[in-house]
C-alpha cells in the first residue's frame, strides 16, 4: 500500500514540479562497503553495503507561491529509501524525514506546521565535521532529540529571520496523548549568532516522558553550546552540551551489543565535549573528530570516540568518501560505531563510500 501511495504521489508532484518553476524535486542517493567490529554473536564483525552512511538517501519535493508584500506559501516533502534494496527508511513512513507546510515572510520569519527537525539537533549536526553522518557521526555519543531520531512529529515551528548577525527559532510539539494534554509534549529553541568566520549556537530542548499508562515520570532536558570558526585553511569545530532525566542520552544499540553481564544504563545525567576540525585540501577535505561522553550518574559509563576521514569531491555533486570510527567504552557502557540512518554494532566502524546529490 505505501509502494503505491508513494508512486501515486510521485507522479502527481512530478507533473506539478513540470508545469510550475516554483517547485523543486532533489534528493541524495548515497551507498557505501561498510565494515563494522568490536560487537559479540552473530554482530561481532560483518561487512555490507549500506545505503545512506554519509547522508540518508532521500527523495524530495519543496516549493513556494508568492503571495505578495513579501510573504509566501512554503513546502516540503521529504522521503527516505534505502537505495540497496529499495526499501523505505524511518520504519517505513512515506515521507518520514521532513513533511511540513507554512508561510515565509521576509521580514517577520517563518512559520511552518508538521514533521520537522529539533533545534538542537540543527545545533550539534551543524558543527559536525562529518555532517551528522558516517562513521564519525556525532549521533554515536550525542543522542538525537524529538521522538523520531533528531525529528518532531505534530510540531509548529517559528524561525526568525537574521537581525545584526542575530537569529532565532522556537518549536512546540503535540504530544496528542488521550486524557493528557502534556503527556509526550516536546518543545525547544535556539540563538543564533553569526559574524564573519564565526558562528555560535546555543540550543535547548525538553520532552516529557509520560504516556497513557505511564504517568509523573521525569522529563528529558538536553542543552548545547556549539560554535564554528573558519580560519580560511581549517575550520575549527566545538560543542559542549548537558542531558538531563530519563531518556535524555539513549544509546544508539540497545540490545548489549557487547554481551555484558549486565546490560548498560543509559545515563540520566551527562555532559559531552565536541572537538573537530576540518581541512580542505584542493578538491579534497581532510576531517577529525574528538568526543567525550562523561556519565556522572553513579554508573559512571563514560565513552570517548576517535573518528578520521577524507572526503574527495568528484565534482559539485559528487563525492567519494573514506571514514574510520573507534570508540573506547568505560565501566560497561554499551555505545556503538553507527552511521548517518543506522546504529551499529561494535565500536569499530570504516566506513568506504559514494555520494551523488541532485
Known amino acids: 500500500m505505501n509502494k503505491t501511495m508513494l508512486a501515486l504521489m510521485l507522479s502527481a508532484l512530478a507533473g506539478v514540479a513540470a508545469a510550475q518553476s516554483n517547485v523543486t524535486v532533489y534528493g541524495i542517493v548515497d551507498m557505501a562497503v561498510v565494515r563494522e567490529s568490536g560487537g559479540v554473536g552473530a554482530a561481532a564483525s560483518s561487512t555490507k553495503l549500506t545505503s545512506g552512511v554519509e547522508s540518508g538517501s532521500r527523495l524530495g519535493f519543496k516549493g513556494t507561491e508568492d503571495l505578495g508584500d ?3 506559501a512554503i513546502f516540503l516533502l521529504e522521503n527516505g529509501f534505502q537505495a540497496d534494496t529499495g ?6 513512513l512515506l515521507f518520514g524525514r521532513q513533511a511540513y507546510v507554512g508561510l515565509q515572510s521576509k521580514t517577520a520569519g517563518t512559520l511552518t506546521l508538521g514533521r520537522q527537525y529539533t533545534p538542537q539537533y540543527l545545533a550539534v549536526a551543524t558543527v559536525d565535521p562529518f555532517g551528522s553522518g558516517t562513521a564519525g557521526d556525532t549521533k554515536n555519543l550525542i543522542a538525537a532529540t524529538g521522538n523520531g531520531a533528531s525529528r518532531m ?13 542575530f537569529s532565532g527559532e522556537l518549536v512546540y510539539g503535540a504530544g496528542e496523548v488521550a486524557d493528557s494534554s502534556t503527556a509526550q509534549r516536546q518543545f525547544g529553541g535556539a540563538l543564533a549568532y553569526t559574524t564573519g568566520s564565526l558562528m555560535v549556537r546555543l540550543a535547548h ?6 504516556t497513557a499508562a505511564l504517568k509523573n515520570t521525569s522529563s528529558a532536558e538536553n542543552t548545547v553550546l556549539t560554535a564554528l570558526y573558519d580560519f580560511g585553511v581549517a575550520k575549527a569545530h566545538f560543542a559542549y552540551g548537558v542531558d538531563k532525566g530519563l531518556n535524555s542520552a539513549l544509546p544508539r544499540n540497545l540490545n548489549n551489543p557487547f554481551g555484558y553481564a549486565v546490560a548498560p544504563t543509559p545515563s540520566t545525567n551527562s555532559n559531552y565535549l565536541l572537538l573537530g576540525v576540518t581541512v580542505p585540501q584542493g578538491l579534497g577535505t581532510w576531517i577529525g573528530s574528538y568526543i567525550r561522553k562523561n556519565d556522572k550518574t553513579g554508573f559512571n559509563q563514560d565513552a570517548e570516540q576517535l573518528a578520521g576521514g577524507y572526503r574527495y ?14 570508540i573506547r567504552n568505560k565501566n560497561g557502557a554499551g555505545y556503538t560505531v553507527g552511521s548517518a540512518i543506522e546504529g551499529g554494532t561494535g565500536n569499530r566502524g570504516l566506513n568506504l563510500g559514494i555520494r551523488h546529490v541532485f
Open 70 to 72: 513579501g510573504l509566501s
Open 87 to 92: 526499501a523505505m527508511g524511518q520504519g517505513g
Open 153 to 165: 512529529d505534530n510540531s509548529v515551528k517559528y524561525a526568525s529571520p537574521v537581525v545584526n548577525g
Open 205 to 210: 530542548h525538553h520532552r516529557n516522558n509520560d
Open 313 to 326: 569531491n568528484l565534482s559539485k555533486r559528487t563525492d567519494l568518501y573514506g571514514v574510520y570510527a573507534y
